[in-house]
């Protein structure tokens, strides 16, 4: 199996792709029992949660989750913390011929925080992307930079911000911070091609 390593450079180094290549496999209707075929049972992500088709969110997985996450059929991770990502995690994805799309954003405990909008865009052209479907998008707990990323998805399908701050609140729960909800107000979602994602999508379902 062959492993391919770049960085992809768009205004510095935003996102650095690992890809294994080989043919990527078709996807696959999600498990939705506790148990699979073979009887194993299936432990998701803390935090896990389907976002839109093909579009799914979590804590960090760890080997106690990677049943789970092959029930998914995932072709791609989207990772959003700086660290990098541990030797057993990447062998799963080499296993499973998944891509991992590696964003660094810091995390930080302060209520006020500049979020690096520009690696939020970057991040959002692959979500975007079909091709990259199945996808997960994960940080660490699941909750700020993770919604954020999602936050700024829902502002370019035209949820409102009541609806967005909602769902921001359920995840992060009383971690919630005021720097994250005002990030996804002030967000502009007008450069970026949601209805070209909207037609892939359609023509996968039909």
């Known amino acids: 199996m062959k492993l391919d390593q770049e960085l992809k450079q768009e205004g510095g180094n935003v996102c650095r792709t690992i890809k294994f290549v080989e043919p990527l496999r078709t996807l696959s209707t999600m498990a939705t029992g506790k148990v699979d075929a073979t009887g194993e049972v299936l432990y998701p992500p803390l935090n896990f949660s389907m976002v839109d088709y093909g579009i799914y969110r979590s804590s960090f997985p760890d080997s106690a989750n990677f049943s789970f996450l092959k029930s998914l059929d995932l072709r791609s991770i989207v990772y959003l913390c700086p660290e990098a990502y541990p030797e057993h995690n990447l062998e799963f994805l080499k296993s499973n011929r998944i891509q991992l799309f590696h964003f660094g954003i810091e995390g930080t405990k302060e209520s006020f925080y500049d979020i690096p909008e520009d690696t939020i865009r970057e991040a959002l052209k692959v979500v975007l992307d079909v091709r990259n479907h199945p996808l997960l ?18 502002k370019m399908q035209k949820w409102s911000l009541l609806s967005i701050f909602d769902e921001y609140r ?12 005002k990030f996804m107000e002030l967000f502009d979602a007008s450069s970026l091609n949601l209805k070209r994602y909207e037609q892939n999508t359609e023509q996968k379902n039909s």
Do not use: E, M, P, W
């Open 170 to 181: 359920r995840f992060a729960a009383a971690k919630a911070r005021v720097s994250d909800q």
């Open 137 to 154: 998008i994960h940080c660490k707990r699941g909750k700020h930079r993770t919604g954020c990323l999602v936050g700024c998805l829902r």
